[in-house]
């Protein structure tokens, strides 16, 4: 056997001790595993992104935890030495042997990566890819596999998974303590589901700060060759420090004093293809207004927010609105094309109007509490004249802790708590999964 090989079969041993130790690790069951394991046996490419560190790697194995199945870390630097794919295939059946699935992590990572994952594709592989990168799932991979991958968006934990994991602490009679929703929720607002901070294996301030960083230098700046990587910091901590406002390129060029607004634009592009933040624009009958206009900004996780926040203090108010963005997400409405926020003829927002095709299907208003007069009736008002500009009669604010109906002339709004609107919610098309 030739020096390469030796070198790529060491490599691989590696990771398929890594493996081994992965599947006897115990894990919280995602919700997308159960959707996910019934298209195992598809001969289309199972590909999963998301956020790093949100727990793509454990859902294949979870899913696959009982197939025979080759697993490849493209993580691993010693990977980036160059190996043919030729080569890296007789390795995998050296150390492998023969396996009816081949999961590749973080493939984006590897040199030409659409041919070789078409060529496999072409040979009867069964594959499953992660990869923190949304733009695999558009032009890259869109373009390398059209029509034959399915496609699933794995985020941090949800609330019902981060309550799973805090009654799984309980029973497991380790140091993790059981929290009432109301204590467990005000954890998760302000810190977020990134599995090691929910599972309390990291320390939240200091992990998330340094995720976060990570991110930006391996997936924008050392991917896309930033030749400014103070000046991205500078502009995310900005948008960061901005969740749930309005902004524009113009606004932020003023702001920053160093960046053009082209330049801007392209790098929000990197910070949304990294999940990092994701913007919202407004919505218009006419695609040119929606352009031009101001947007919204979030960030993918509320820990991110909390963890880089200068100062490092709480804004419940807009954790909460980013909150709910991130879980409608979550739930398969994708920002700006049936995700929006809405503006009335008179000037008045409501934070999210969601859409199915042509179809209004529902506005949601996000509130901290409607305890003062002046809040309630500013917030009734916005989705009142909405409601009557979109024909639209579902109408919901999300609260912090207040339930209640609100019933007037023009209609009635549905006030429900964040924690109980993230739980009980009827669930849409969560689950779903997206074909290209």
């Known amino acids: 056997m030739d020096k390469t090989l030796n ?32 298209l195992l ?15 793509k790697s454990t859902l294949a194995f979870q899913v696959l935890a009982s197939r025979k199945f ?10 980036c030495g160059g190996f043919s794919s030729d080569d890296l295939m007789e390795a995998v059946s050296a150390v492998y042997g023969k396996t009816d699935f081949l999961f590749f992590d973080e493939i984006q990572n590897y040199p030409r990566w659409e041919s070789f994952i078409n060529k496999l594709q072409r040979r009867g592989c069964n594959l499953v890819l992660t990869g923190s990168n949304s733009k695999m799932l558009s032009r890259e991979l869109g373009s390398a596999l059209t029509g034959r991958h399915l496609a699933f968006e794995l985020f941090p934990f949800s609330f019902s998974e981060f309550m799973i994991a805090q009654k799984l602490g309980k029973a497991g009679g380790g140091k993790k303590h059981f929290l009432h929703t109301s204590d467990a929720f005000g954890q998760y607002l302000v810190w977020g589901g990134f599995p090691e901070v929910v599972l309390e294996h990291a320390e939240p301030a200091g992990y998330l700060s340094h995720l976060f960083d990570s991110v930006v230098l391996r997936d924008i700046v050392t991917r896309h060759r930033v030749r400014q990587p103070t000046a991205i910091h500078g502009l995310l901590t900005l948008l960061v420090n901005s969740a749930a406002n309005c902004f524009s390129a113009r606004g932020l060029e003023r702001s920053l004093g160093n960046l053009t607004t082209a330049t801007i634009q392209r790098y929000l592009d990197y910070c949304r293809e990294a999940y990092l933040v994701q913007d919202l624009q407004p919505y218009s009958f006419k695609a040119r207004v929606r352009i ?34 991130i879980d409608l997400v979550r739930r398969s409405f994708k920002p700006n094309f049936d995700l929006f926020y809405y503006k009335t003829h008179s000037g008045f927002e409501v934070d999210f109007l969601l859409r199915r095709g042509s179809k209004n299907l529902e506005l949601i208003q996000v509130a901290q509490n409607l305890a003062a ?26 609260t912090l802790d207040t339930e209640q109906r609100i019933k007037a002339n023009e209609g009635e709004i549905n ?4 924690s109980t609107w993230l739980l009980d919610r009827v669930r849409g098309r969560e689950g779903s999964d997206l074909s290209f």
């Open 7 to 38: 070198t790529l079969n060491t490599i691989l041993q590696n990771h398929r001790r890594e493996r081994d130790a992965a599947l006897k690790r115990p894990s919280i069951m995602r919700q997308r595993s159960a959707r996910l394991t019934e």
């Open 41 to 55: 046996s598809s001969n289309l490419a199972k590909v999963i992104t998301g956020p790093r560190r949100a727990g």
């Open 70 to 79: 080759a697993y490849v870390n493209f993580e691993d630097d010693a990977l």
């Open 292 to 325: 031009k206009a101001d947007r919204k900004i979030y960030a993918f996780d509320n820990g991110f927010i909390t963890a880089k926040s200068q100062p490092a203090t709480s804004n419940t108010s807009r954790l909460l609105e980013n909150l709910v963005f």
């Open 373 to 398: 007069l002046k809040t309630k009736e500013r917030e009734t008002r916005a989705l009142f004249q909405a409601a009557a500009e979109l024909r639209l009669k579902k109408l919901t604010i999300v």
């Open 415 to 418: 006030v429900v708590p964040c």
